[in-house]
């Protein structure tokens, strides 16, 4: 299995709701990304998890909530969110350990694709 | 902090060969990445150089040069298919996992 699986594909929420992202993948890796896309620019860094542990969170906003259950498993808890964060949103994985050529293949999701309203 | 500097647009037609060039700009570089995303698609990884050279898969290959901060991408045998974004991607010795994107090089293959 070569693949990061992401649900839901489309996302469209409110300013109140609180609503979760999923990501799973089956390939080994110790390593999971949230990347956040807006239109015609480079996916953004938000969160790096490593071995099931939090190892970069890029001065994300408190309403962005990231949680990796297990090795396979990574959310992003979603409340309280603004127009502005209608995105593209990616979920990656690769293989960890610090500096290992396999950290810079990472492996995306087709998305979720969330709208804010 | 990097900054990695891409041309935003490329027109070529089917058949040519398109080169992306990437300069980038760090401390404590580590190897670049290059992905291609197509318009409502995930990005795919195509090639990755940590040391000085030529890598070659299939129509595409990358070239780096650590002394110059410069790396490359070439597209060989354009086909309509390839018409998609590309991304060069760094990660440095000290931000393992925080691989920096350039702004992205959008190709457009003409028949």
């Known amino acids: 299995d070569t693949e990061v699986t992401q649900t839901p594909k489309h996302l469209v929420m409110g300013m109140t709701n609180k609503k979760s992202l999923k990501c799973e993948q089956h390939?080994?890796?110790?390593?999971m990304y949230w990347y956040k896309q807006k239109a015609k620019k480079p996916p953004e860094l938000m969160f790096v998890?490593?071995?099931?542990?939090?190892?970069i969170n890029e001065s994300v906003p408190s309403r962005f909530s990231p949680e990796c259950p297990n090795s396979s498993l990574l959310n992003l808890h979603l409340h309280a969110l603004q127009p502005e964060d209608s995105a593209l949103y990616l979920c990656?994985?690769?293989?960890?350990?610090?500096?290992?050529?396999?950290?810079?293949?990472?492996?995306f999701g087709a998305g979720s694709r969330l709208t804010v309203l | 902090g990097q900054s990695l500097e891409q041309p935003s647009e490329v027109t070529a037609v089917e058949g040519a060969i398109v080169q992306i060039n990437c300069t980038y700009q760090t401390s404590g570089f580590y190897g670049l990445s290059w992905y291609q995303q197509h318009d409502g698609g995930a990005p795919t990884f195509l090639s990755y150089?940590?040391?000085?050279g030529l890598e070659e898969t299939g129509r595409f290959s990358s070239f780096l040069s650590r002394s110059d901060s410069y790396g490359y991408l070439l597209l060989q045998e354009l086909q309509m298919k390839d018409s998609a974004s590309y991304f060069c991607?760094?990660?440095?010795?000290?931000?393992?996992?925080?691989?920096?994107f350039g702004a992205g090089t959008q190709v457009v293959v003409t028949p």
């Open positions: 991607a760094a990660m440095t010795t000290d931000s393992w996992g925080k691989l920096q």
């Open positions: 390939m080994g890796h110790r390593a």
């Open positions: 998890y490593s071995y099931e542990k939090l190892s």
């Open positions: 150089n940590a040391l000085d």
């Open positions: 990656a994985s690769s293989q960890a350990g610090h500096l290992t050529s396999g950290a810079n293949v990472l492996t």
